[in-house]
């Protein structure tokens, strides 16, 4: 039965037969010549066409060995080598992913269409993964689960927020519009970024429980704070004092409560959202402006008082200094 | 202590060396296996010249599949028994670990190559159904309090379309062994724990698998690889069958990593596991092959390699018991 199989398998070739594109080997140790991924590389290239690009800051590391003693990375033997070493055999495969981590981002990005059907869980990650053409099983490839799906959101919004930022930034450089006001700026931006949030609505407190487990802290802090950081570079922050601190974790602050209030919100298009979101910034530019006016206020005080000790000692005649 | 019992294993070992070359070559006498020929002829031209190992002994390829298939074929009947005795159990743990790691979605195709009794199998199956059912009652309890447009909906589809969508998914296990033995046994396990749907036994041979390309997603080889002659063949077959995005994964004894450990494991291995092969299943030769074989095979990284070397990406391994068994996974992409 083998051998009849055989006989199908090389009558197949022949005839150029099978939809799957399939480069042969003659010997397994060949290895650097097939770097390349086999599958649907037509479609993924459709995908790679319309989606966003792949954000420079992402964090997961797909290649850790379970064992307690760190080893190599796998991937490093992929990363630094060039495409032109992917010698492509067969001229039917159109562009290829030269790296796991891009097929991995495309497996993401087509698991956030099930998202609301299946919450942000590995089901919506095999299901994505079959629309490119992989099998179910390939949803192994995250061990950290539904949290590489989140975080891959999550770094996908904050990049595209940045793009449009620095898009913003140029036009003001260029003389094509106006700066904003700092306090604009900061609304405009968490709006933005928690606009992108909407078609997720039903599931992001799912995703916000996950983002608080344990062993996905560091990183979802890390992209928090990324964020606040570019936002506020954005708006022209260049302090380099207490303040660099100060105004970060105002702004941190403002956009987690914003985005929990977001969360219960069933308001017409969150209108109810934005105004608390306008209230919060509203009362950290007062808070500032307070602060300021505190400080002028005491330096007042402390020289009135001064100037009245000093009037005291004149009349008193303690003053030896005529 | 130590060396009294020693003393009686080596008695023992001596008895039990008369009974069992007679018994061995009794069994070599009866046992006309014409697929036993076949199976050897795929390697016969040039294989009569190349050496590998059997255990320690060293042996023409050719050779090896034939004795490998003995060895099976007579520890067949005892071959659950004697798992659970060598281990003390724990190997029903690391299938389940591998099962674990697999994390099977409903609906998918699985390929167990030298299932024998087909333990992962049964062990798929019944995972994929408890998740199956936990989605169930996910979408019951979700169903309780449904919006007015579900209620529409569902009035408005006709219910073999609702029926036929649940239906699709229907995941299969195919057991596939080069042993009539074993799967005779997994067979008679299947009919007495009453699974039947889903579940098929194949006769094949890991080198050169039955199948046409891409059919499986997950392709699983629990302790046979160590068995098969040509390594790096069962490799490239398994890349040959799985779907892309397929997922190959083997569960193997390895090299363990702890020095203290591995004392204790080598003297449990070649004191302890033959003799209990002796006095549970009658065969000590297979137990002593079972024990050399694995002092034989690669360890951890270097079949990390021969892996990558057949076209698989995302390798990954992960060391169970200190390193005395290992699971490797990797994907085809």
Redesign the interface.
Known sequence: ??AL??G??VGRALRGF?S?V?PK?SS??C?GL?RG????ALRLQEDKDKSIPVPPSSTTT??????EAPAPE?DAKEAPQPNTSYADQSGEQGEEYET?EQ?QAHILNAALDFVQLHGWT??AI?AG?ET??????????FQNGAGDLVLHFIAQCNAQLTEQMAEQHNQVQLGQAEPKKTAEFLRDAVETRLRMLTPYMDNWPQAMSILLLPHNIPDSLKHLSTLVDDIWYYAGDRSTDLNWYTKRAALTGIYNTTELVMIQDSSEDFQDTWNFLENRIQDIVNMAGAAKQAASTGEAVAQGLLGAAVTLKNLTGINQRR | MAASIRLLARRIVRDAFRTINSSVSVRIVSSSCPSNLSACRCFSDGAADKSTHFGFETVSEGEKAERVYKVFESVAQKYDVMNDAMSLGVHRLWKDMLLHVMNPQPGIRLLDVAGGTGDISFRFLNYVRSQQERVARRTARANQTPSWQEISTSYMTPTEEIEMETEARESRAVVCDINKEMLKVGKQKAESMGVSSGLSWVVGDAEELPFDDDQFDVYTIAFGIRNVTHIDLALQEAVRVLKPGGRFMCLEFSKVTNPLLARLYDAYSFQMIPVLGEVIAGDWKSYQYLVESIRKFPDQETFKQMIEDAGLFSVRYHNLTGGVVALHSGFKL
């Open positions: 039965m083998a199989l055989r199908l398998r099978g799957v399939f080997t397994p140790q290895n097939r991924f086999h599958c649907a797909y290649h850790e060995h379970y064992q796998a796991e097929l590995l089901e095999s993964a490119l053409g992989l099998s179910a099983a390939s949803s192994g490839m």
